[in-house]
């Protein structure tokens, strides 16, 4: 089935992740202008400079999202690992928020041109608000007090948001909504949970023995890495030279 069939067909599931990003980028602006206005900083939210970035930027995110691949001794098959929140995270700490933001959704549109969907929105829909709960939070502290300390805080505080939205989120929506989008009942969804872990009697068991560890890999991941190389390429993202007259912090 091709893209544009598929969004046909879950039109309303669609409305549901375009409201979303639409959130998303609100709250990470109003978080933004917050920041700046306690900083001093008049410089605006996007510029030329920052809208190149973000386009590179979520094109690299994009083509490690294409790269995810599965944990089966963790969790079933159609949940995937992948590290495309790296870039997403390191925009957000070298031009804010609103930049994380918009590479974490136009990341999951260029996957979708490259790859598809295999699992009717329900996963990059899970990919794009789950990556937002460890980049926003991230990116909003550490754009209040730039540190190495604030980065540290900034990378637990995002893990933590990350994994604790994407347990609960699983639960309440994708779920039941990948079960009713991919006509898969949520009993055998349930038992295949089960075959990995006997844990799991419920969906609750389910996301807490099987979606959190692996929330939690990713967001440990990509934190260390972040914090091993923000301070030696922000000066050429932010400036385009390794010799900047401004060096960050962190």
């Known amino acids: 089935m091709s893209l544009m069939e598929t969004v046909a067909q879950n039109v309303?599931?669609?409305?549901?992740?375009?409201?979303?990003?639409?959130?998303?980028?609100?709250?990470?602006?109003?978080?933004?202008?917050?920041?700046?206005?306690?900083?001093?900083?008049?410089e605006r939210i996007l510029h030329t400079r920052k809208i190149v970035?973000?386009?590179?930027?979520?094109?690299?995110?994009?083509?490690l999202y294409c790269f995810d691949f599965s944990l089966p001794m963790i969790a079933p098959a159609f949940y995937k690992l992948d590290f495309s929140e790296l870039p997403a995270l390191i925009g957000g700490f070298a031009f804010g928020p609103v930049a994380g933001i918009l590479i974490e959704f136009l990341k999951v549109l260029i996957k979708l041109i490259l790859k598809s969907t295999s699992t009717a929105f329900v996963g990059d829909l899970a990919n794009?608000?789950?990556?937002?709960?460890?980049?926003?939070?991230a990116s909003v502290i550490y754009?209040?007090?730039?540190?190495?300390t604030s980065a540290l805080i900034a990378c637990i505080?995002?893990?933590?948001?990350?994994?604790?939205?994407?347990?609960?989120?699983n639960a309440v929506y994708l779920l039941p909504a990948f079960s009713a989008l991919y006509g898969m009942p949520l009993d055998a969804?349930?038992?295949?949970?089960?075959?990995?872990?006997?844990?799991?009697?419920?969906?609750?068991?389910?996301?807490?023995?099987?979606?959190a560890p692996i929330n939690i890999i990713k967001g440990t991941g990509v934190s260390v890495i972040t914090m091993l190389v923000y301070k030696k390429i922000s000066p050429v993202i932010k400036y385009?030279?390794?010799?900047?007259r401004e060096t960050a912090k962190v």
Do not use: D, H, Q
């Open 12 to 42: 309303s599931f669609v409305a549901v992740c375009l409201a979303a990003v639409a959130g998303m980028i609100l709250i990470a602006y109003l978080f933004e202008k917050a920041a700046k206005k306690r900083n001093g900083n008049t």
């Open 53 to 63: 970035m973000i386009g590179m930027f979520s094109a690299i995110s994009g083509i």
């Open 128 to 137: 794009f608000l789950i990556g937002s709960c460890l980049v926003l939070p």
């Open 143 to 148: 754009m209040f007090k730039k540190s190495k």
């Open 157 to 169: 505080a995002g893990t933590v948001c990350m994994s604790v939205f994407g347990t609960w989120f």
């Open 189 to 211: 969804i349930l038992g295949m949970g089960t075959a990995i872990n006997a844990s799991v009697t419920n969906i609750w068991t389910f996301v807490l023995f099987l979606v």
């Open 240 to 244: 385009g030279t390794a010799s900047s």
